[in-house]
């Protein structure tokens, strides 16, 4: 990637004067890894980040935006651009209505509608990362999934440099996947429609969803959750070779989803080490920085999880993780 040059540097500076220089991107990954981000931009506003994106564009300075990072591997080689960080962490709760800042994190939210008296957005308490990232990936966990509550997306529209509203039907949500993934459209800030309910209930079910977590999930270690989507099919005929030799489990067969973290474990792959980089013991689909990981470290292992499941079990595993700077 060609470096920016001085006068590119000097110029976002004079436009944004907190913008940070070669700020290491180990400090903006749970996955604690990456190199320097030329420029690193904390935007408190969505019209900072706005504001960001068509000042770097104006100056040619390649941009990306980030959430909290929790999804996210970035290069050794870190980002010849400005990484422009959503930072805008409010929200509003009218009634059922919920509106929250792409910046705000998934769990703050979870907590506050629940103190608001609302329900169904329990299982956002443990899902790390912010509602902007929640929003673009589809994120959920124990049966919840945004595109069950989203109701309506702000964004910036890059191409026609303008802002829009989509409405759930236009934001094209499917498992772990939405518009946001495949067009220029930068999430600003994300509406939910909720349900009144019973606030006791609500709190037990955080509480046993925290429990279940810590049970089947890594806890307190460098991850980015989930390093690849679970596997959809539609005809079982393609879990052919797992069917020979294992039993798969019946609510996978009727979700038309096989755990990728089962499949991992099915090859006996947990706690396969690369580098600093390993296979958590816990859960297969997690990989652990052990201190001190490069990227490279985590590439070589999920190609080398990739190659396997897809040599031996005829099944091809797709990234969840998000890339910068490859
Ligand atoms: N399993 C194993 N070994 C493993 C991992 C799982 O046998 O190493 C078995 C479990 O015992 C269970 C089944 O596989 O019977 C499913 O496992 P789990 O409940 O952990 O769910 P998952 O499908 O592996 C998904 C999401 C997680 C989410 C959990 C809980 C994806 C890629 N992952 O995992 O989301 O927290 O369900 O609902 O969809 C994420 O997206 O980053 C993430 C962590």
Same mark, same amino acid.
């Given at each position: 990637?060609?470096?920016?040059?001085?006068?590119?540097?000097?110029? %976002?500076?004079?436009?944004?004067?907190?913008?940070?220089?070669?700020?290491?991107?180990?400090?903006?990954?749970?996955?604690? @890894?990456?190199?320097?981000?030329?420029?690193?931009?904390?935007?408190? &506003?969505?019209?900072?980040?706005?504001?960001? @994106?068509?000042?770097?564009?104006?100056?040619?300075?390649? !941009?990306? #935006?980030?959430?909290?990072? $929790?999804?996210?591997? #970035?290069?050794?080689?870190?980002? =010849?651009?400005?990484?422009?960080?959503?930072?805008?962490?409010?929200?509003?709760?009218?009634?059922?209505?919920?509106?929250?800042?792409?910046?705000? %994190?998934?769990?703050? /939210?979870?907590?506050? &509608?629940?103190?608001?008296?609302?329900?169904?957005?329990? !299982?956002?308490?443990?899902?790390?990362?912010?509602?902007?990232?929640?929003?673009?990936?589809?994120?959920?966990?124990?049966?919840?999934?945004?595109?069950?509550?989203?109701?309506?997306?702000?964004?910036?529209?890059?191409?026609?440099?303008?802002?829009? &509203? %989509? $409405?759930?039907?236009?934001?094209?949500?499917?498992?772990?996947?939405?518009?946001?993934?495949?067009?220029?459209?930068?999430?600003?800030?994300?509406?939910?429609?909720?349900?009144?309910?019973?606030?006791?209930?609500?709190?037990? +079910?955080?509480?046993?969803?925290?429990?279940?977590? +810590?049970?089947?999930?890594?806890?307190?270690?460098? $991850?980015?959750?989930?390093?690849? *989507?679970?596997?959809?099919?539609?005809?079982?005929?393609?879990?052919?070779?797992?069917?020979?030799?294992?039993? @798969?489990?019946?609510?996978? @067969? +009727?979700? *038309?989803?096989?755990?990728?973290? !089962?499949?991992?474990? +099915?090859?006996?792959? *947990?706690?396969?080490?690369?580098?600093?980089?390993? #296979?958590?013991?816990?859960?297969?689909? %997690?990989?652990?920085?052990?201190?001190?990981?490069?990227?490279?470290?985590? /590439?070589?292992?999920?190609?080398?999880?990739?190659?396997?499941?897809?040599?031996? /079990?005829?099944?091809?595993?797709?990234?969840?993780? =998000?890339?910068?700077?490859?």
């Amino acid at each position: 990637m060609n470096q920016l040059t001085n006068q590119q540097v000097e110029r %976002f500076k004079g436009a944004f004067p907190s913008v940070k220089e070669n700020e290491s991107m180990v400090a903006h990954t749970y996955l604690k @890894i990456g190199g320097l981000a030329r420029l690193y931009f904390i935007a408190e &506003t969505g019209d900072a980040v706005v504001h960001a @994106i068509e000042t770097a564009l104006s100056m040619q300075i390649p !941009w990306t #935006v980030i959430g909290s990072g $929790s999804n996210l591997l #970035v290069s050794d080689d870190g980002f =010849q651009g400005v990484v422009i960080q959503t930072g805008d962490r409010t929200q509003k709760i009218n009634g059922v209505s919920v509106s929250a800042a792409a910046g705000l %994190f998934t769990g703050s /939210l979870a907590y506050a &509608t629940v103190d608001a008296g609302l329900i169904g957005f329990e !299982w956002g308490a443990g899902v790390p990362g912010t509602i902007g990232g929640a929003t673009y990936g589809d994120a959920g966990c124990f049966g919840g999934e945004m595109q069950n509550v989203v109701s309506s997306v702000d964004v910036y529209d890059v191409i026609n440099q303008k802002r829009v &509203t %989509f $409405s759930h039907a236009e934001c094209h949500f499917g498992y772990r996947d939405s518009r946001f993934k495949h067009e220029p459209l930068i999430i600003l800030s994300t509406a939910l429609t909720l349900k009144m309910g019973d606030v006791v209930a609500a709190r037990l +079910k955080i509480s046993e969803m925290t429990a279940k977590r +810590k049970d089947s999930q890594p806890q307190g270690l460098f $991850s980015a959750g989930c390093l690849f *989507k679970n596997f959809e099919f539609t005809d079982v005929s393609v879990l052919e070779k797992l069917q020979r030799e294992d039993e @798969i489990p019946e609510t996978m @067969i +009727k979700a *038309k989803r096989i755990s990728a973290g !089962w499949l991992v474990d +099915k090859l006996g792959l *947990k706690g396969k080490t690369i580098g600093k980089a390993q #296979v958590s013991s816990i859960h297969g689909n %997690f990989l652990l920085n052990l201190g001190g990981a490069r990227a490279q470290d985590v /590439l070589a292992l999920s190609s080398y999880v990739k190659m396997k499941v897809r040599d031996e /079990l005829g099944i091809l595993l797709e990234d969840e993780v =998000q890339y910068l700077g490859f």
